[in-house]
């Protein structure tokens, strides 16, 4: 039992190999937004040199990231929660992570790049093919090879590599409009300014969520091994069904993108409406399933601690319920950076894991105790909702008025 809850208290620690992510969508997700503008504009010319800025730009400094995270790995992991009796399995499995970090951040610009031109199968196939290469490798090298917890980061590191490699072969096979030549790097004021207005808002986000499961991880553990355990299983759950709304909202901003480009509004409109109502639908589906197989989930990470059960039980049950609001607050947290509007889209981007999350986890756990910890994220998704329901009326508000000068515009070039 012990060596189970110092494993699932790792997985809380990997907000580091998280954070390094984020150089990947910052380059690549703001890169994304821009790039589906100007093909909606028909700028070819400017959207490869973009992407080819963007790629070389996530490389360099996810490098320079790793090997400054690589140097201060104990004190960092030290910060993020990570108990002594667990920093053994915490340094053996993040440092192999990290260090072939550089490929999965390579793999998150380039999907979010090819996203943005429209090539789903192909982003698609490269996260499918280390997916399921990672869940083949993960018993081979943890159990069968005897490798432990390191096993578990040379699996996926392996599993990085084959995503890599799908994305190069797109590449060199020149099945991409981008070219991704060296000669097309322009970090110019320019392309960046572009860039970085919704890739900083990504980053703080990603940065935001690696802070908030620190937090977390950090007054759980005043609660005992147990109740920082469950957090860990809690945590990869809820993010396996944030990542399917990710995914779906993948194909939603080439289109939302595009459309604003094109001033498309009706097309829109039409994008904005379904892509609710289908990430809504996912997200209740989700929200039934966790809470009725709670206990069972939460077994399955355990054989015998019945408090960690228990704790994670209440926990997943409570951001199950919440969950409901995901789909509506992350379409329109998408929305406003895909429009280039930097201010709006980092304001409601850093609502459910800081201007929201941070104030809970601080001010809840010292009324209701452990209860609170496990509250503060539901508490946090409603105040998140909320806020995001304010910004959406003015947002529609807003591209109404232009829809209808435009119509205005039109009829007037008609009469005349």
Not at 15 to 43: H, I, M, T
Not at 54 to 73: D, M, R, W
Request: charged share 10%.
């Amino acid at each position: 039992m012990k060596e189970q809850n110092s494993k699932m208290a790792l997985l809380g620690s990997v907000p580091v190999p998280k954070a390094l992510l984020a150089l990947g969508l910052l380059f690549g997700n703001g890169a994304a937004a821009y790039l589906s503008r100007l093909l909606g504009k028909g700028d070819k010319e400017t959207a490869n040199k973009v992407a080819s800025t963007a790629l070389y730009s996530s490389v360099i400094i996810g490098a320079i990231a790793i090997i400054i995270s690589v140097i201060f790995l104990k004190p960092i992991l030290r910060q993020l929660g990570a108990l002594d009796s667990v920093m053994p399995y915490a340094v053996s499995y993040t440092s192999i992570y990290i260090v072939f970090s550089i490929f999965n951040v390579f793999n998150v610009t380039m999907n979010n790049i090819v996203s943005s031109e429209g090539a789903a199968k192909t982003a698609m196939c490269a996260l499918m093919a280390g997916a399921i290469l990672n869940v083949i490798l993960d018993p081979i090298f943890i159990y069968s090879l005897g490798f432990g917890i390191a096993g578990a980061a040379i699996a996926t590191a392996i599993s990085q590599m084959v995503s890599t490699v799908v994305y190069l072969i797109y590449i060199f096979r020149k099945s991409s409009m981008f070219s991704f030549s060296i000669k097309e790097y322009s970090f110019t004021k320019d392309v960046m300014s572009e860039v970085l207005k919704i890739g900083i808002p990504t980053l703080v986000f990603q940065i935001l969520t690696s802070v908030s499961m620190s937090m977390i991880n950090g007054a759980a553990k005043d609660y005992g091994s147990s109740a920082l355990a469950a957090m860990g299983p809690v945590t990869k759950i809820m993010s396996m069904g944030s990542l399917v709304v990710f995914g779906f909202l993948k194909g939603f901003q080439p289109i939302a993108g595009y459309s604003y480009g094109a001033r498309k509004y009706d097309r829109l409109h039409a994008a904005i409406r379904t892509s609710i109502i289908w990430s809504t639908c996912f997200c209740v589906i989700f929200e039934l399933a966790v809470a009725i197989f709670s206990n069972g989930i939460m077994a399955q990470f355990t054989k015998n601690d019945m408090e960690m059960i228990c704790v994670g039980q209440i926990a997943l049950r409570a951001n199950g319920i919440s969950f409901i609001l995901f789909g509506f607050y992350t379409v329109y947290s998408f929305l406003f950076l895909v429009m280039g509007k930097a201010k709006e889209g980092c304001v409601l981007g850093a609502c459910r894991q800081g201007i929201c999350f941070i104030p809970v986890i601080l001010i809840l756990p010292n009324v209701m105790g452990l209860n609170g910890i496990l509250f503060a994220q539901p508490v946090a998704d409603v105040l998140s909702a909320m806020i995001t329901v304010f910004m959406a009326l003015h947002l529609h508000k807003e591209l109404n008025a232009v829809q209808s000068q435009m119509t205005i515009e039109v009829h007037n070039q008609q009469r005349q």
